[in-house]
C-alpha cells in the first residue's frame, strides 16, 4: 500500500472511531463531567505533556466554552481531548465540537508523526448560506485556513463534510428547512504546542456558527 494511501486508510479508521457528540444519542460512559475525567498527564511522556499544557492555557474567544472530556480510548497510547461549543449571548449553542489529541511515541507511519488531532465540527447553518454549492469545499477551508493562519504547524490533514437537509411538515415546531452540517478531520501537529491549533479549530467553529472574524463588529441598523 502506498504512504498516501496508508495516511487516507489510518485518517478514515480514526473519523469512524471518533464519537458523535453528547445530542447524537451518546451515554455517560462516552463523556462524563470535566472533573471525573481521566485526562490528567502527570507522568506522561513529555511530548504529550508538553501538548496538553499548551491546549489547557490557550485562551479562546469569549463565546467559546472549551472544557476536558473523557477521550476515546484505544486509539493510541495517550489520548486526550476537549469539548467546543459556540454559545449565543442567551446560552443558545449554535456549534458545537470536539477536539482529540492522540499521541504514540513510536510514531505511526500513515500520520508522518507522533501527534494527531482528530476532530469533529457541528453547526446547523443560516439557509441562504446552506444552499451553496460549494460549502462542503467552504467549510474544509475554514479548518485549513484556520490551522494555516493561527500559524500552526500541522500536514498530513484529512477528512470529510457532510450536508444534511431536513425539511418538517404537519404539526412540528420550528423552521421548515434546515441544513446541518458535519465535518470530521484529522491532522498531524508537527510540534508539541498544540494552542494555534485549539484556536484554529475554535474559528472553524465560529464561521460555522455564522460568527464574524475575532475583534470585528456587525453594523446594525439603528432601529434595532
Known sequence: MSDSHASRAAT???LRSFPRPANAGMTQEDYVDSEAVSNDPAGSPEPFRLAVESLTSTA???????????????LAPWTYAV???VLAG???????GRLV??????????WDGVLRLVAFASAELEIDIATDPLLPEVAWTWLTSGLTERAAAFLAAGGTVTQT????????????????????????????????HLLGFADLLCAAAGLPPEGVSVLRPADE
Open 101 to 110: 489529541l492522540l499521541y504514540d511515541p513510536d510514531g505511526v507511519e500513515a
Open 60 to 74: 479562546v474567544r469569549s463565546e467559546i466554552r472549551v472544557e476536558s472530556i473523557r477521550p476515546p480510548q484505544r
Open 12 to 14: 478514515a479508521r480514526h
Open 90 to 96: 442567551d446560552g443558545e449553542e449554535l456549534a458545537t
Open 165 to 196: 437537509t431536513s425539511t418538517r411538515f404537519g404539526d412540528v415546531h420550528g423552521p421548515r428547512t434546515t441544513v446541518s452540517l458535519e465535518l470530521r478531520g484529522s491532522w498531524t501537529a508537527t510540534t508539541p504546542e498544540l494552542g494555534p
Open 83 to 85: 469539548s467546543a461549543d
